[in-house]
């Protein structure tokens, strides 16, 4: 039995979707052109696999085994259609930015991984926090990368915020002419997504050498 | 008599039964049965959302469409209730449109405004770009905003008055205010064709093709001004060959 603190790291790093597993590049390079797109969507994602984690887990004693796959999908997608409906209806400015991409949270196979691998086996509390910081750990990836690219592209630091928090601006970081069409494009998230995951393996690695180097010295003084 | 009692008892020690075709059909059935139940359930549960978001939903969109109305034509140049005095067009050649579209007519004080219509440039850079034109009853644009279009992001965008670096007069403004009075219909051109609509150096493409299909639509318009704010609400405009 995992503990709520393994769950978190391992949403947030150990496991990370996009850092470890390489899971959900559609989103990841379609939607990270600036932070506040790129981490709603994240969160859009947190909530429904949050949801769908919870609703499996709480039905999973009523799931037969071999129809278990069908009715994983269609519990998520039924959860993204609801998203989508109150999104569409309640934060209309952001849907007209995610809209076209809300669909695609059905099609990112994380929150079917998360179900299969978690939910259809753990407690319904447990799967709702493991299925929420796993799309967490998912947004901060992607708002991460948005950061980077709209910086890198086109000058600039949470632009768009207005959109989700009115009264916030976003922020001309270099001169407004600027404009680099690599950070806007596919390709840039790529390149900068590379970036990413050697800077993780490369602190995964340290933490592991300073490990074992820890292993090596402590046995000693009881040796001695 | 012996056999089938002995029969009787070797199936009664096993655990399973070997699974005979009467009880794989069980099985599917009662299978199929919950996943039925799944689909009912789910299905139910998406249908009271949507009739719980729909009138937000119809609001947005009815607000987004006069937002987009309003950034062609200004609102204090009509006072009618402008989303629903509309008539809808047949797919046109000049305006470049292969499906019918919906024309919104402004009216203030009962006098004819403006017409609003879309055009589509069929020979953007990428792909088709869309224009919503405002025509007023003078014969002049109002102004055009592109709606939708596929141009190189930060090359030939600039046509969208949001990407267009320059904020203080974006390019597409050009078509404020103007008519074939101001700018002769043979001089409706980029200026690199020899026209009088300016044009950023190096990205030619796009620019030309929302100035043509500006002046195409402005031509088809012109001469059915009065036909169009003539005919009933609601009513296709139906054209002779």
Redesign the interface.
């Known amino acids: 039995m995992s503990t709520y603190r393994e769950i978190t790291a391992n949403g947030l790093w150990k496991q990370n979707s996009i850092l470890a597993q390489v899971l959900g590049m559609c989103p990841t390079l379609a939607v990270t052109t600036n932070f506040t797109n790129a981490f709603s969507l994240g969160l859009a994602t947190a909530f429904v696999m949050g949801m769908s984690n919870g609703a499996v887990s709480l039905l999973r004693a009523f799931i037969p085994y071999e129809i278990r796959i069908p009715v994983f999908i269609l519990i998520i997608a039924a959860l993204v259609t609801i998203v989508d409906l109150s999104m569409n209806a309640w934060t209309h400015d952001l849907y007209l930015i995610l809209g076209i991409f809300i669909p695609l949270i059905v099609t990112n196979c994380i929150v079917l991984a998360r179900v299969e691998a978690f939910a259809a086996k753990n407690p319904a509390l447990k799967s709702t926090w493991d299925g929420f910081i796993m799309g967490f750990g998912l947004a901060l990836v992607l708002g991460v990368l948005g950061l980077a690219r709209e910086f890198v592209g086109q000058g600039t630091l949470f632009s768009g915020i207005e959109v989700v928090i009115p009264g916030l601006h976003g922020i001309q970081v270099l001169p407004e002419d600027y404009s680099f069409l690599l950070g806007i494009l596919p390709p840039g998230a790529f390149i900068l997504l590379g970036f990413m995951i050697a800077i993780r393996n490369w602190l995964d690695a340290r933490a592991t050498a300073a490990k074992a180097a820890a292993a090596r010295i402590s046995p000693e003084p009881q040796a001695g | 008599m012996s056999q089938e009692q002995t029969q009787a008892s070797t199936l009664s020690h096993d655990d399973i039964p070997p699974p005979g075709e009467s009880s794989i059909l069980r099985i599917s059935a009662?299978?199929a049965v919950?996943?039925l139940w799944?689909?009912i359930a789910?299905?139910a549960?998406?249908a009271a959302?949507?009739f719980a978001?729909k009138p937000?939903?119809e609001a947005?969109a009815a607000?987004?469409k006069l937002q987009m109305i309003n950034a062609v034509l200004s609102s204090d140049r009509y006072d009618n209730e402008l989303l629903k005095d509309t008539i809808s067009l047949p797919a046109t050649a000049a305006l470049g449109t292969d499906d019918s579209t919906t024309l919104y007519r402004a009216r203030k004080n009962g006098e004819a405004s403006a017409l609003i219509l879309e055009a589509v440039a069929p020979d953007g850079y990428s792909g088709k770009i869309r224009l919503i034109l405002a025509v007023k009853a003078n014969g002049e644009l109002a102004a055009v905003r592109v709606t939708e279009h596929k141009e190189t992001?930060?090359l030939g965008d600039y046509i969208d008055p949001k990407k267009d670096?320059n904020k203080t007069r974006p390019w597409i403004t050009q078509f404020n205010d103007v008519g074939f009075e101001q700018i002769p219909v043979t001089e409706f051109k980029v200026k690199k064709d020899g026209g009088r609509i300016d044009q950023m150096s190096g990205a030619t493409i796009s620019p030309r093709a929302v100035t043509n299909a500006v002046r195409r639509a402005l031509e088809w318009t012109l001469p059915r001004r009065e036909a169009l704010f003539a005919l009933p609400a609601g009513q296709t405009l139906e054209e002779k060959p």
């Open positions: 009662r299978t919950i996943l799944y689909c789910f299905t549960l998406m959302t949507y978001t937000a939903i947005s607000a987004e992001p930060g670096r």
